[in-house]
């Protein structure tokens, strides 16, 4: 018989005793069965139920506790069960699984009991779930605040990047197309010679010189699963469990955006050491960028097996300012556009602009000719904004 304050009574005991009292509790209630408890973070039965791998009825004696989040206007609200007692039909076998959350030092923690009839029907139900959340599907796996979240909006976004609208040095975008390309098909080749079938690359260079867009543009062409990590954490345990999940789902691309912000002094050894220790990184690309190399260590900079491409990618010349001005320019309507005499005036004009400033610079310019009226010339607009910000680029 289930008791109605059954969530209640457990939250009401000490942190550390209430996984051992919700287990006890359970015996007691279900004598005849197999309790399977624990914490595992792919636990993810909400999106499990979601992808109709199961379906679940709460249990109606217990209340069903959901949190509810506002992510933005254009997404859904996303739910998430705290508490509850659930009814679950899985594989033709009717399980109960309660799932419990509380605090566990900066985090919250959902923990989770399956009562089956046999235990390995609860062992393979954990399994499943597990195994499912663990893959990666048409998603970023986002990493933040100690938490995996799959990002499909991201994926999104990243799937509209391609090497055809991007902007580059033709060698550079070459090579960084060819190299990772080359790698990810020769996996045969590195085992025969007895080479570590890894890479760790940075990409280096001043805000807004393509760094991002390139990184977008090269995990959309290599279609490898992806993990982006925002942040480490305070703690050595989440750089732990990155790399963890890496090599569980290689081959795959490892993305460390603005690196020097996000190694700190007391955890650089740990990072190497799962960088390049002891554990296999068999099919783990890093993929890093820096703004600022010298603010990285020379254990994470110039030691090979760690890092061991570096591509710099410098604020663009004539040709690459004059390639990026007419891929604007075409996507721009008739009367916005500047004239081929404008356009190689603006390159004169904008030696040292990186792409970010150009792109400012057609913006500003577009809403400086609404502003005036819609009826001048652009080329005199973009030349007179290109005067203004020229300024900003020399006072930085």
């Given at each position: 018989?289930?008791?109605?304050?059954?969530?209640?009574?457990?939250?009401?005991?000490?942190?550390d005793?209430?996984?051992?009292?919700?287990?006890?509790?359970?015996?007691?209630?279900?004598?005849?069965?197999?309790?399977?408890?624990?914490?595992?973070?792919y636990?993810?039965?909400d999106?499990?139920?979601?992808?109709?791998?199961?379906?679940?009825?709460?249990?109606?004696?217990?209340?069903?506790?959901?949190?509810?989040?506002?992510?933005?206007?254009?997404?859904?609200?996303?739910?998430?069960?705290?508490?509850?007692?659930?009814?679950?039909?899985?594989?033709g076998?009717?399980?109960?699984?309660?799932?419990?959350?509380?605090?566990?030092?900066?985090?919250?923690?959902?923990?989770?009991?399956?009562?089956?009839?046999?235990?390995?029907?609860?062992?393979?139900?954990?399994?499943?779930?597990?195994?499912?959340?663990?893959?990666?599907?048409?998603?970023?796996?986002?990493?933040?605040?100690?938490?995996?979240?799959?990002?499909?909006?991201?994926?999104?976004?990243?799937?509209?990047?391609?090497?055809?609208?991007?902007?580059?040095?033709?060698?550079?975008?070459?090579?960084?197309?060819?190299?990772?390309?080359?790698?990810?098909?020769?996996?045969?080749?590195?085992?025969?010679?007895?080479?570590?079938?890894?890479?760790?690359?940075?990409?280096?260079?001043?805000?807004?010189?393509?760094?991002?867009?390139?990184?977008?543009?090269?995990?959309?062409?290599?279609?490898?699963p992806?993990?982006?990590?925002?942040s480490?954490?305070?703690?050595?345990?989440?750089?732990?469990?990155?790399?963890?999940?890496?090599?569980?789902?290689?081959?795959?691309?490892?993305?460390?955006?603005?690196?020097?912000?996000?190694?700190?002094?007391?955890?650089?050894?740990?990072?190497?050491?799962?960088?390049?220790?002891?554990?296999?990184?068999?099919?783990v690309?890093?993929l890093?960028?820096t703004?600022?190399?010298?603010?990285?260590?020379?254990?994470?900079?110039?030691?090979?097996s760690?890092?061991?491409?570096?591509?710099?990618?410098?604020?663009?010349?004539?040709?690459?300012r004059?390639?990026?001005?007419?891929?604007?320019?075409?996507?721009?309507?008739?009367?916005?556009?500047?004239?081929?005499?404008?356009?190689?005036?603006?390159?004169?004009?904008?030696?040292?602009?990186?792409?970010?400033?150009?792109?400012?610079?057609?913006?500003?310019?577009?809403?400086?000719?609404?502003?005036?009226?819609?009826?001048?010339?652009?080329?005199?607009?973009?030349?007179?904004?290109?005067?203004?910000?020229?300024?900003?680029?020399?006072?930085?």
């Amino acid at each position: 018989m289930i008791t109605k304050n059954f969530i209640r009574d457990a939250l009401y005991n000490p942190n550390d005793y209430i996984s051992y009292h919700v287990g006890q509790e359970l015996a007691e209630l279900h004598p005849d069965k197999f309790i399977v408890g624990g914490h595992n973070w792919y636990f993810d039965l909400d999106a499990f139920v979601h992808d109709k791998r199961c379906s679940v009825v709460e249990e109606k004696s217990v209340f069903h506790h959901i949190s509810t989040e506002w992510e933005g206007s254009e997404r859904p609200l996303k739910q998430q069960i705290n508490n509850a007692w659930l009814n679950v039909l899985w594989n033709g076998q009717l399980l109960d699984v309660v799932l419990i959350t509380w605090s566990e030092g900066y985090y919250r923690r959902r923990h989770h009991w399956i009562i089956a009839d046999e235990k390995k029907v609860a062992e393979e139900f954990l399994n499943a779930v597990c195994d499912w959340s663990y893959e990666v599907r048409g998603e970023i796996l986002v990493y933040q605040d100690g938490y995996f979240e799959k990002d499909p909006k991201l994926f999104d976004s990243i799937k509209s990047a391609t090497f055809d609208n991007l902007v580059l040095p033709e060698s550079l975008n070459r090579q960084i197309q060819n190299d990772f390309q080359r790698f990810f098909e020769s996996r045969e080749l590195y085992e025969r010679y007895g080479i570590p079938w890894k890479r760790g690359a940075i990409f280096i260079g001043p805000p807004g010189n393509g760094k991002t867009h390139t990184l977008k543009a090269l995990i959309n062409q290599l279609g490898k699963p992806c993990l982006y990590v925002r942040s480490f954490g305070d703690d050595e345990d989440n750089i732990a469990e990155i790399f963890k999940r890496a090599r569980a789902i290689t081959p795959c691309v490892v993305v460390l955006e603005d690196l020097d912000s996000m190694i700190e002094d007391k955890h650089r050894a740990f990072f190497l050491n799962e960088l390049d220790g002891f554990q296999s990184n068999t099919g783990v690309v890093v993929l890093a960028t820096t703004n600022h190399p010298e603010k990285l260590d020379s254990a994470i900079l110039d030691r090979p097996s760690r890092f061991d491409r570096k591509y710099y990618f410098q604020l663009p010349a004539d040709a690459e300012r004059y390639a990026y001005i007419s891929k604007w320019n075409q996507e721009l309507q008739p009367e916005l556009r500047v004239s081929e005499r404008g356009a190689a005036d603006l390159v004169r004009k904008t030696a040292n602009f990186s792409f970010a400033y150009l792109k400012e610079l057609f913006v500003s310019s577009m809403v400086q000719w609404v502003t005036d009226g819609n009826g001048g010339s652009m080329d005199n607009v973009i030349l007179a904004q290109a005067d203004l910000l020229r300024a900003q680029v020399k006072s930085h």
